[in-house]
């Protein structure tokens, strides 16, 4: 059975709306790039003010042709892309690749032009890429499509590319050409008026010729479909994105600290991460990835053997591996027993593996033909500096025949050829990728290394918590209800503990005697907080005295306090609220804010009062299944802090778990809450003093009842 995008990867025919004769036109470029390519299919150029184009016979209106038609390409000025699509469908064309611009991309009146357009498509039961597109390229040898006006007809391959820039694509198409990687299916989505990446990446799931996904994004029309599709598919097929431009969330102004700190577009990482996307964040590194998956194996693990005939190399090499988490054990016994027989004592038999300046193509076969047995490696990094009396593309032979064999996965560095380039050339075009500089490779190593990772995950459910609903309900509902959309204090303490999250009690006091006998009663030492007037971050107000010790401290601090706020509002007396002091080692923050294209975003971070300067948080997005939120705590580059650091105990990381499974249930249930900030939950050792110590909910505007 066919599937409906065959219509755009596999048409029998095509139909060429908009042909010209005109050299350097898209109308003509596209024609000539589909003879060019040899299309094994049937090719018709429209357009009535021509009889024939390019010594074939034109049609004046896509009703004219005497066949069937399975896909057009439309090149037509925008104001006449609705009726050419109209007949299009007419004719009973099933999918319109629409190249011509001039639509949604500028402004409103394209927008309803886009619009209307797409009512044609959908009114005729059609498909639509685009419009505003670059389009559609299919390098099987069986069909030899490449309906686009760029200049390159891309090598045939594994690789299927999903494109939302035109002139990205373009340029990918060309540079990928140089380094050796084959495509399978291009597709320029444009506008996704009607078709978008997430169809393009359903149909690649099937397709049995593409092996790897690329994509370069600037936007996700449906993220959450996209989460749901990429994370089933990453599972087969490895997928590697560039994700240029950043959400809107970054100008909205902030009221909570989660939602300052989820000024970077943390939700793309979020979904990225959650759904074993391989995120770079160059095009350059998107070739560094794509030229290993699509040549190479994915690594076993993420053991390194670095081979090289020069020293700073090896060690440029091993600093950026290991900073990246990888790792570079040394060279089994028997490996060094080996090599010793024929590479010169002055070598070091370690790892990196330096055979000195002296190694030639011999030394290169023997050494690798060694370093490939030892089953301490996954991946084999080679290292050639061109001397210039050194046969670069002999070593590069010598390389490829030493390791074409192997089942690890394979990564070479040539470095300093100059003007030659034949070694490199040799090994791209053979299978095996090869940098410029060891740190890309490295990286390019680590990138892959993280979807090893997941793929090693099984991702797990989310765990369905014992909570209180009715409680915190009552709590929001009577917001809601009085229009109040910040909930602090008292009333958000009560939400957490309802929600089985531990949390300080809270005790008000209106005067310094009131104040000493409840600092009696909860047992020194306390904390003092300024009650009313409400201030959102105590703190700066000076508001907030910790580790209070005695009846005088209390009356002190109370003092203290009336004095720092200064005028108080009518009608208002001054209280303040007294908690147990909570003695903990280190200071958390769990927060969440609603992005507007990925719903609830969670964050785990270092916290207290130092957070948005600290800057070390992580965002999930919602849910957050057991081992989501053990990830996103081992995430923080602070996690040390937690584990033990220096003598100290470790805190109880069970808890944190716990309560930020917790909080994705609260999310879950409540959709009214825009965001929360749980700033300090306070953490230590012993289960009774991890607590939660000041708590800020933020509802919906548009939830007021
Ligand atoms: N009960 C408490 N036990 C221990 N430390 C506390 C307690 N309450 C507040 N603190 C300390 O004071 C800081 C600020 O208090 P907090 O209530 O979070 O006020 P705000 O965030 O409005 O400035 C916390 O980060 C924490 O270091
Ligand atoms: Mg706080």
């Not at 373009?170 to 996704?192: C, D, P």
């Amino acid at each position: 059975m066919r599937h409906e995008l065959d219509a755009f990867f596999k048409p029998r025919s095509v139909a060429v709306i908009g042909a010209t004769p005109r050299k350097l036109t898209i109308g003509r470029e596209t024609l000539h790039n589909i003879f060019a390519a040899e299309f094994r299919g049937k090719v018709f150029p429209v357009n009535p003010n021509y009889e024939v184009i390019h010594s074939v016979k034109c049609y004046s209106t896509v009703l004219d042709v005497p066949d069937a038609v399975d896909m057009a390409v439309i090149i037509v000025p925008k104001q006449f892309v609705k009726e050419a699509v109209r007949q299009c469908g007419e004719k009973g064309v099933k999918g319109v690749v629409v190249i011509s611009a001039g639509f949604s991309e500028v402004g409103p009146e394209g927008k309803t032009r886009e619009k209307e357009v797409l009512e044609v498509v959908r009114n005729y039961g059609m498909r639509m890429i685009g419009p505003n597109c670059f389009g559609v390229v299919n390098a099987d040898p069986e069909i030899r499509l490449n309906v686009t006006f760029g200049k390159t007809f891309p090598k045939h391959g594994n690789v299927g590319f999903i494109t939302q820039s035109g002139a990205m694509g373009e340029a990918i198409m060309n540079h990928a050409m140089e380094l050796g990687i084959g495509f399978s299916k291009i597709a320029s989505i444009g506008n996704k008026a009607d078709i978008s990446s997430n169809d393009i990446i359903t149909y690649f799931k099937d397709d049995p010729q593409t092996q790897i996904i690329l994509l370069y994004l600037e936007n996700f029309g449906n993220p959450r479909k996209f989460t749901q599709i990429t994370t089933e598919v990453s599972r087969y097929k490895p997928i590697v994105a560039v994700k240029s431009g950043r959400t809107s969330l970054g100008a909205k102004a902030a009221s909570s600290h989660t939602g300052a700190l989820a000024g970077l577009d943390v939700g793309v990482d979020a979904l990225f991460e959650q759904a074993g996307i391989m995120r770079v964040d160059t095009t350059e590194e998107l070739f560094d990835v794509a030229a290993a998956l699509s040549r190479q194996p994915i690594p076993r693990g993420n053991r390194v053997v670095v081979v090289t005939n020069a020293g700073g190399p090896g060690i440029l090499a091993t600093d950026a591996m290991i900073s990246h988490g990888l790792e570079m054990p040394n060279l089994a016994p028997n490996t060094v027993k080996e090599l010793k027989n024929f590479i010169s004592a002055d070598a070091s038999y370690a790892n990196p593996m330096d055979m000195v300046a002296g190694a030639g193509p011999t030394e290169y076969l023997e050494t690798l033909n060694v370093i490939k047995k030892d089953k301490r490696y996954d991946t084999i990094l080679t290292i050639f500096l061109s001397p210039v009396t050194v046969d670069e593309l002999h070593v590069a032979k010598n390389i490829h025949t030493a390791l074409k064999d192997t089942d690890k996965t394979v990564l070479t560095c040539l470095m300093g050829a100059g003007v030659s380039k034949a070694g490199i050339d040799f090994l791209n075009h053979n299978g095996i990728p090869t940098y410029l500089f060891p740190e890309a490779a490295a990286k390019a190593l680590k990138t892959i290394d993280g979807y090893r990772q997941w793929l090693e995950r099984t991702p797990g459910k989310v765990k369905k918590l014992k909570v209180r609903t009715d409680k915190a309900a009552e709590i929001i509902n009577r917001y809601l209800a009085d229009g109040t959309s910040a909930i602090v204090g008292e009333d958000a303490m009560e939400i957490l503990k309802a929600y089985g999250i531990p949390a300080a009690g809270y005790e008000y006091a209106f005067s310094p005697k009131e104040a000493v006998s409840v600092a009696k009663s909860l047992g020194f030492p306390v904390v003092m907080k300024i009650n009313t007037p409400p201030i959102l971050h105590k703190t700066e107000a000076g508001g907030v005295m910790v580790d209070l010790r005695s009846e005088a401290e209390i009356r002190n601090a109370y003092k203290e306090l009336l004095k720092r706020v200064g005028k108080i509002p009518k009608g208002e007396k001054f209280s303040v609220i007294l908690q147990q002091m909570v003695s903990g080692s280190v200071e958390t923050v769990i927060g969440m804010t609603t992005d507007p294209s990925f719903g609830p975003l969670i964050m785990f971070g270092l916290g207290g009062i130092y957070v948005e300067v600290m800057k070390d948080v992580a965002f999930r997005i919602y849910p957050l299944t057991p081992l989501k939120a053990r990830r996103m705590i081992k995430s923080l580059k602070s996690y040390p802090l937690l584990t033990g650091f220096r003598g100290a105990p470790p805190v109880d990381i069970k808890i944190i778990e716990d309560t930020l499974q917790r909080v994705s249930q609260l999310v879950g249930d409540f959709d009214s809450i825009a965001e929360i900030d749980i700033n300090p939950f306070i953490v230590s050792d012993a289960r009774d003093r991890c607590k939660a110590v000041d708590a800020r909910f933020i509802l919906k505007k548009e939830s007021k009842r």
